[in-house]
């Protein structure tokens, strides 16, 4: 009997313990459950933030992209607007015959070399249209004195797609203190939306001119232009005025 009684009481011993162990686990299976539905949820909140924060990023810099770009089309223009002491409305046209880019001169210059001295103002293709001189009274000041040019050499035929500044940069290594870190100039083009170049200023020296150049390349050529002493306020205005009327055909 007694016997009996004992194994009844172990049995609701043994019967309480199982409930025991089965509740806690049962609640221990649901709190981790909670918590890793609160963690997914935190993760997705936090995910969907960052994406987000990526399409805003994207956003500006997207508008950031798009101003530039407006900014650097106008460059040009903007210049020839300026230039209110330089008009160019009477000034002739000169297109250079083995490449075809364009720009205007006073109507004062002759075409062909100086022949004679002191120079007449003038406008001359040289080396077959590889090198085109324009040069005003120079006898005062460096201005107006400018070249355009490029040159039969591998220097000045990159591979196709070549960077601007890398192509530059290779072969006039000390510019690279001015050289523009980005495009900043647009050469007009027909048919296009404009060539992009690099415009850049030498300062003076004691011994030299400043300089300002343009560079650009087109048909995987790369053309450079020289204005000599741009630094007054007079040789940059007529300087503006001429970048302004540049183009290629």
Not at 73 to 99: L, P
Not at 147 to 174: C, I, K, R
Not at 222 to 236: H, M, V
Request: net charge negative; hydrophobic share 35%.
């Amino acid at each position: 009997m007694n016997y009996k009684k004992t194994l009844k009481i172990s049995l609701i011993v043994i019967l309480g313990l199982i409930v025991i162990v089965a509740g806690y686990a049962t609640y221990y299976y649901f709190q981790e459950t909670s918590d890793l539905d609160t963690q997914k949820s935190s993760l997705e909140i936090d995910l969907e933030n960052y994406n987000k924060s990526i399409e805003t990023k994207k956003a500006e810099l997207s508008d950031i992209e798009a101003a530039a770009a407006q900014s650097s089309k106008k460059t040009i223009v903007a210049k020839e607007e300026v230039s209110t002491g330089t008009d160019t409305s009477n000034w002739k046209t000169f297109t250079n015959s083995k490449y075809g880019y364009s720009f205007k001169y006073p109507s004062t210059y002759i075409l062909g070399p100086c022949t004679s001295k002191p120079c007449p103002s003038f406008v001359d293709e040289q080396q077959g249209g590889d090198i085109v001189l324009m040069s005003g009274d120079i006898t005062v000041n460096g201005w107006p004195n400018i070249q355009v040019m490029h040159y039969d050499t591998d220097a000045y035929n990159p591979a196709p797609g070549a960077s601007l500044n890398e192509v530059v940069l290779a072969q006039f290594s000390w510019m690279s203190d001015y050289f523009p870190p980005s495009p900043n100039i647009i050469i007009p083009k027909e048919d296009s939306e404009g060539i992009i170049g690099a415009d850049l200023t030498v300062p003076s020296s004691p011994q030299s001119y400043g300089s300002r150049y343009i560079f650009y390349i087109e048909n995987d050529k790369l053309f450079q232009i020289g204005l000599n002493d741009p630094e007054s306020n007079d040789a940059e205005e007529f300087y503006d005025a001429w970048v302004g009327t540049y183009k290629e055909d």
